[in-house]
């Protein structure tokens, strides 16, 4: 006799055809349960109940689900599912010492040793350059400037040795394309120019190389005083460009920080030359816009970190972000500043002295820009209450709700009685 399968009675008194029809609607519940290898779910295995949050995450895409499994391993397996437990785990002692498998190092836990390390060097360089003041160059001070051509290629050193022993001391010498053609630079002489052309011709003099010199100049002082000013205003210039690039690139507390931060490198720069009595040119200048420039680009690639991190990582707080952004990013600048620093003291050590100030100048501004970028223009934000809501696009509603009441004229009545 046959069976009638879509017969509720026939699967009632057929308990094996029951057994089996359930063991296969089983199977296929198994095997829908298991993990998708489309996108939509992981194929990570988790028994922490804070990897969702009440179920959203697993309905939500593939990104929503990385960082979930991510929190997974950051949060405590024992806390109860929920913000709860994320805001437990964000205030809890130490705080959330890995996301996924990469450990965060807790740069924020020394913020205010290195805020008061920072406002000591800037007072301290204030100080330096308001008691000592610059040793300025002949930029800005005014002088002489010369072009020399040799008959043979020379060594600058020789040169400058020459122009001492004739009494023509604090020359600055620096050659234009080849060893052989020079330009000097010496402090205000007293002699006019057709005397002063010759005596440079007799102290040029080498044994078996003539000089001859093509050129002479005599700068003053209002160009000088011109040119310091004109640097004033260059520095000053680049950092208010600087503060609203970056506001308008990301946000303003972070651009108030960056700003600080480039202040700070060059205020300690300067200070370091203004403390030792190094002296101070156009080339430590330009040193020194270089470094904004540098100092900047590194604080970038920290600032897009750290806003990608606050989008992307629920659950922790507003320091952990930053220790989390500063962590992904330290292999980066760790290989940045090693490279540019072997390029800087090639220049220190192998490019004479036209370059050597401004090498030292560069060399003290990678130290500081580097600390900055970190302890600076990261903590100084943070202060200001940055938070995931500054990152954050509010839309605004299409329609907003109004509330309407109705007043009863009975009411009203019995209110004026």
């Keep these: 006799m046959a069976i009638d399968n879509n017969n509720p009675l026939e699967q009632q008194n057929n308990p094996d055809r029951n057994g ?50 991510a929190l997974s391993t950051a949060t405590d397996p024992n806390l109860v599912s929920g913000d709860a437990a994320d805001d437990a785990a964000a205030v809890a002692e130490g705080g959330i010492k890995a996301v996924g498998n990469q450990r965060i190092i807790p740069f924020m836990k020394i913020e205010k040793p290195m805020a008061l390390l920072s406002l000591f060097m800037v007072i301290a360089s204030i100080i330096a350059i308001a008691v000592n003041g610059l040793n300025l160059g002949l930029d800005f001070t005014g002088g002489v400037s010369a072009d020399v051509r040799y008959e043979q290629p020379v060594e600058q050193v020789a040169v400058v040795q020459a122009l001492a022993d004739s009494g023509f001391d604090d020359a600055v010498v620096q050659y234009l394309g080849t060893r052989e053609e020079l330009l000097v630079r010496l402090p205000p002489q007293s002699d006019n120019v057709d005397g002063l052309s010759a ?124 220790d989390l952004s500063l962590t992904e990013t330290l292999r980066r600048t760790i290989m940045t500043i090693s490279t540019v620093l072997l390029v800087v003291l090639a220049m220190l050590f192998l490019g004479g002295d036209g370059l050597y100030w401004f090498s030292v100048a560069l060399f003290i501004g990678l130290l500081a820009g580097t600390y900055s970028s970190t302890y600076i223009a990261s903590s100084i934000p943070l202060r200001m209450g940055l938070s995931r809501d500054d990152f954050i696009v509010k839309v605004k509603p299409e329609f907003e709700e109004e509330i309407v009441t109705f007043n009863d004229p009975k009411m009203f009545e019995q209110d004026n009685v």
Excluded at 56 to 68: A, E, Q
Excluded at 236 to 265: E, I, N, P, T, W
């Design 199 to 322: 005596g440079l011709t007799q102290a040029l003099a080498l044994p078996g190389n003539t000089a001859d010199i093509s050129n002479v100049n005599i700068i003053g002082s209002q160009v000088g005083n011109e040119v310091y000013l004109n640097s004033v205003m260059a520095l000053a210039l680049a950092l208010a460009c600087m503060l609203g690039y970056v506001a308008l690139r990301f946000q303003f507390k972070l651009s108030l920080g960056a700003v600080l931060s480039l202040f700070h490198d060059a205020v300690v720069t300067i200070g370091v030359f203004a403390l030792f009595g190094f002296p101070f040119d156009l080339t430590v200048l330009a040193a020194i816009l270089a470094l904004i420039g540098y100092s900047l680009n590194d604080t970038i690639v920290v600032y897009d970190r750290i806003r990608e991190n606050f989008r992307r990582v629920r659950g922790i707080s507003p320091s952990q972000t930053v």
């Design 20 to 69: 089996s029809t359930g063991e296969a609607n089983n199977a296929s519940t198994r095997r829908r349960k298991k993990p998708r290898r489309d996108g939509k779910g992981s194929n990570t295995k988790t028994n922490n109940p804070t990897a969702t949050k009440s179920g959203k995450s697993s309905r939500s895409g593939g990104k929503d689900n990385k960082d979930s499994q």
